[in-house]
């Protein structure tokens, strides 16, 4: 995907509101006829461009124990119903999109350690793997398919696990099914050590982060601290654009590496009608790493901003604004959508667009450019457009490179929030609406594809640094700066600019 140079020259105005994305097409069919157990494909197979994975269900009727079809299509079940569509037996195993889509919004419903409960109840009592005199030919074949769905459930919602409870549950069941079976045995080993070393992993990632927010500062505390500390800039950490670009590139994969998927759904959870339950609901409400993610990219908006007022003189902050420029031009061909918006955003602040003497001496054709590719209007149809051509890069891809798709987030999460908000969870009859689930599934997976990307380019220690640990101006501090260089224009900037210096820098 390379940057067409000559589109038209214009400014759009910023982004004041972000329009809920509209679903018009139906949803997909899904198809009946399974008959084996599935095996794991990566995600993008698991809905294909036309719909989802086609071989669902065993009924082709209208209502089968609890649930109900259309055409073939699972709408709507009671909970229990759906729990019990979930639990594999001898002649039965559910469909990977049915495991995904059910795992995923199971948890607006009900505590995840309370469906692996339901779930080990329905395996031990259905099975009769409590029976010592239980048929060992009939073990042998449930074993493979519990084991199965354990194994899907570790790898694709690891974050369930940290719950106590959720993995007494997991070693009990995984000890009943490995008790007779050396075979099994070593799989269910190999299943918790996988578990475990990704637990430890997210562990550690939170420890970083947690480290890297109490070392943070103001940047203006720093220099009337310690002025001498912060002589460097971006560009003389990193003067290739490219080379920054990349090195973006690294930390936005990184931390979407570390979002689980059912955060997305725990981030709007709500109490269910249909639960009694008084208990607090903040325990399912875990984001941490999506709000980490949402914090990274202010952080850089903010940085952005702070190299741009930093330079007293005006020519330093024009090539400020230039260098931000082309670090956004790349990140927009390497698919980096998220780090392009944040830098757009970082050059939009106030406290930079306003000076306007500074952007006379920019060249901004290749600026407008890039706006008008995140301009908000028709609900972001133009950043919707590449960002379906970089994902259809990324499905043909010859290189890792090409395999990059990292969208902008915050409208990601602004879509599933208004699909989430746009649709009732229960129907009028208490059945859980299956329907909206599918939509929002699908959505889901397809970022789940796109954090699995691994990042081709080499990593620069000195520069992630920087990017990460830097200190950046806060909002005052950055209008302060912006006053400095360029004197106020009225006498509301005049009053703020004397504000701003009696607060910060205890001048009259």
Same mark, same amino acid.
């Given at each position: ?16 509101? *972000?329009?809920?994305?509209? #679903? ?26 036309? /719909? ?47 495991? #995904? ?31 010592? &005199? ?39 069941? $995984?000890?009943?099914?490995? %008790? =007779? ?53 971006? *560009? ?22 570390? *979002? /689980? ?27 941490? &790493? ?27 902050? $024009?090539?400020?604004?230039?260098? #931000?420029?082309?670090?956004? !031009?790349?990140?927009?061909?390497? =698919? ?6 944040? *830098?757009?955003? /970082? ?6 667009? !306003? ?21 908000? %209007? ?5 950043? !919707?457009? $590449? ?6 890069? %990324?499905?043909? $891809?010859? %290189? ?21 908000? =746009? ?6 009859? =208490? ?42 101006? +806060? ?14 224009? &009225? ?7 004397? +504000? ?9």
């Amino acid at each position: 995907m390379t940057l067409i140079e000559k589109e038209q020259q214009w400014k759009p105005p910023m982004y004041s509101s *972000i329009t809920p994305v509209c #679903f018009t097409s139906p949803l997909i069919e899904k198809p009946i006829g399974k008959e084996s157990m599935p095996q794991t494909p990566p995600f993008s197979a698991m809905f294909d461009s036309s /719909g989802y994975n086609r071989n669902l269900y065993q009924s082709a009727e209208d209502s089968c124990g609890g649930l109900y079809y259309h055409d073939n299509n699972l709408l709507s079940g009671s909970l229990e119903a759906l729990i019990q569509h979930l639990v594999p037996n001898v002649d039965y195993y559910p469909d990977r999109t049915y495991i #995904f889509t059910f795992l995923l919004s199971s948890r607006l419903f009900m505590h995840p350690y309370e469906l692996m409960a339901k779930v080990c109840h329905l395996c031990i009592e259905h099975q009769r793997l409590s029976d010592p &005199n239980s048929d060992k030919n009939q073990i042998r074949k449930i074993a493979p398919k519990i084991l199965q769905l354990l194994t899907e459930w570790t790898e694709t919602f690891p974050y369930d696990f940290r719950d106590e409870r959720m993995m007494r549950n997991l070693k009990d069941l $995984a000890h009943r099914i490995a %008790s =007779g079976e050396e075979t099994y045995r070593k799989n269910v080993q190999q299943m918790i050590q996988c578990l475990i070393r990704k637990l430890a992993a997210l562990t550690q990632y939170e420890e970083v982060l947690a480290k890297i927010s109490s070392t943070s500062t103001d940047r203006l505390t720093v220099l009337k601290t310690k002025p001498q500390s912060i002589q460097r800039d971006i *560009i003389t950490v990193c003067s290739d654009p490219y080379t920054l670009a990349q090195q973006l590139t690294h930390i936005e994969l990184e931390r979407l590496n570390y *979002i /689980g998927p059912e955060e997305f759904v725990q981030a709007f959870v709500q109490k269910d009608p249909l639960d009694n339950d008084k208990s607090c609901y903040s325990e399912r409400k875990k984001t941490r &790493n999506l709000e980490a993610y949402v914090e990274w990219f202010n952080r850089l908006s903010y940085l952005v901003a702070t190299e741009i007022c930093m330079p007293v003189k005006k020519k330093h902050r $024009a090539r400020m604004i230039e260098y #931000f420029i082309d670090v956004a !031009r790349e990140c927009f061909n390497i =698919g980096n959508f998220n780090s392009l918006m944040a *830098i757009i955003s /970082g050059m939009n602040m106030s406290p930079v667009s !306003r000076l306007k003497k500074t952007w006379a001496k920019v060249k901004t054709a290749k600026f407008d450019i890039l706006e008008h590719q995140m301009d908000p %209007s028709s609900n972001f149809y133009n950043y !919707r457009t $590449a960002l379906r051509g970089a994902a259809q890069r %990324s499905l043909t $891809a010859h %290189s890792s490179r090409e395999k990059i798709v990292i969208p902008f987030f915050s409208l990601l999460i602004k879509d599933i929030y208004f699909l989430n908000e =746009g649709c009732a969870n229960r129907l009028p009859n =208490g059945h859980v609406n299956f329907e909206k689930f599918w939509e929002l599934a699908k959505q889901v997976s397809e970022f789940m594809t796109w954090k699995q990307v691994e990042c081709p380019f080499e990593r620069d220690r000195k520069i992630l640094q920087y990017l990460l640990t830097v200190p950046v101006f +806060s909002e005052d501090a950055l209008y302060l700066a912006s006053y400095e260089s360029e004197g106020p224009e &009225n006498h509301i900037e005049k009053d703020r600019w004397k +504000s701003l210096r009696s607060s910060l820098l205890g001048r009259v």
